[in-house]
């Protein structure tokens, strides 16, 4: 399926914006897609030209089947650019591009330049473009994954969970713009193996050393089944590391983060060394927790290095011929992991950095 955005032709409307009246959606039957773009050429009134394209929408349907032919007709395109965003769909890709209504944005074009970048201050989804996919696709020591996205069937709202652990059509919330990006679409080979919940975004981004920033929610230390909204920063690059344990990778993850305090009432405090110290520890073990849940995820439920840790691992291989032999990916499975992390507190924002 290919879809086409474009613009009425029209001149600016009465209020001098210069947005055009509406987008067009054109589909077509065809063997391929370069003979498909070639059926809308005939089409339509105006050539088809693919060097504006921002993102790439597969249905989840077509990459459970395999992608890697279309990738490789895009990575040949001369048109299309490299970072165009990969977006894995729960829904058809028509469906999908429908359901877009930008009622934040008076730019069509601009919302789809512009919504993935969630990922700077939230960490729910992440950023993946074509030459990132098509390298993790070729290449023998990780496996690709893409931005998970899906149509927002307005779920109860009581069905929430903390830190969005859930996926691209879950959010429990309600709007009019019923596309969302949220969570990683996880591939084995060019299949789809597997999705990840918005909070695996934010491990998968601290171990990547992509995390800019995100809003977490901790348990709270002053007061049982109650949570902390800390803001997390990455302190220094996670340091990461992989060893043979009786045939087995070992691999070692050493997380540095800060963490400033958000929530605030009268049974929490930041002013002191005693509390800011003990929410450190409530939090490194949370956090802790959620990265090996994460990284066991990967490993044990889908054999998909997304992390690339086959990265260290071809240090200790003489040849390229031995590490083909080794075949990490297909032994990731069997890789146990070994997390540490270190947060440093600082005070909320009432009061002085500490």
């Not at 919940?197 to 089944?225: A, R, Y």
Request: hydrophobic share 30%; net charge negative.
């Amino acid at each position: 399926m290919l879809q086409l955005d474009g613009d009425s032709g029209g001149s600016s409307s009465s209020s001098g914006s210069s947005q055009s009246t509406g987008t067009t959606i054109t589909s077509v039957k065809c063997a391929s897609i370069n003979s498909g773009i070639s059926l809308i050429n005939s089409h339509i009134s105006k050539k088809v030209n693919l060097s504006h394209c921002q993102e790439i929408i597969l249905s989840e349907k077509l990459a459970y089947l395999g992608i890697s032919e279309y990738l490789d007709t895009f990575a040949n395109s001369i048109e299309l650019r490299t970072d165009s965003s990969i977006v894995i769909s729960k829904c058809t890709a028509k469906d999908y591009l429908t359901n877009v209504k930008p009622s934040l944005e008076t730019l069509t074009a601009r919302y789809y330049e512009s919504s993935l970048n969630s990922n700077e201050y939230t960490g729910y989804t992440v950023k993946v473009n074509l030459s990132e996919f098509y390298s993790s696709l070729k290449d023998s020591y990780s496996q690709p994954y893409a931005i998970l996205g899906g149509i927002n069937t307005v779920p109860s709202i009581n069905n929430a969970e903390i830190n969005a652990d859930y996926t691209a059509g879950e959010h429990p919330i309600e709007d009019t713009d019923v596309i969302e990006t949220l969570g990683i679409a996880v591939f084995n080979d060019d299949k789809l193996v597997g999705e990840l919940t918005g909070l695996d975004s934010i491990c998968h981004l601290i171990v990547n050393n992509e995390l800019e920033k995100c809003t977490l929610s901790v348990p709270s230390p002053f007061e049982s089944e109650k949570y902390l909204d800390i803001r997390l920063t990455s302190d220094k690059n996670t340091k990461c590391s992989v060893n043979k344990i009786n045939s087995s990778p070992l691999i070692n993850v050493n997380v540095y983060l800060i963490g400033y305090g958000l929530s605030l009432d009268e049974n929490t405090s930041y002013n002191s060394k005693e509390s800011l110290k003990l929410i450190e520890d409530y939090a490194e073990k949370y956090i802790k927790t959620q990265i090996e849940n994460y990284l066991y995820t990967t490993a044990k439920d889908f054999n998909a290095d997304i992390c690339g840790f086959g990265r260290y691992a071809v240090k200790d291989y003489l040849t390229l011929d031995e590490w083909y032999k080794s075949n990490w990916l297909n032994h990731y499975k069997d890789a146990f992991f070994n997390v540490n992390v270190d947060l440093t507190m600082k005070s909320g924002n009432m009061f002085a950095k500490s």
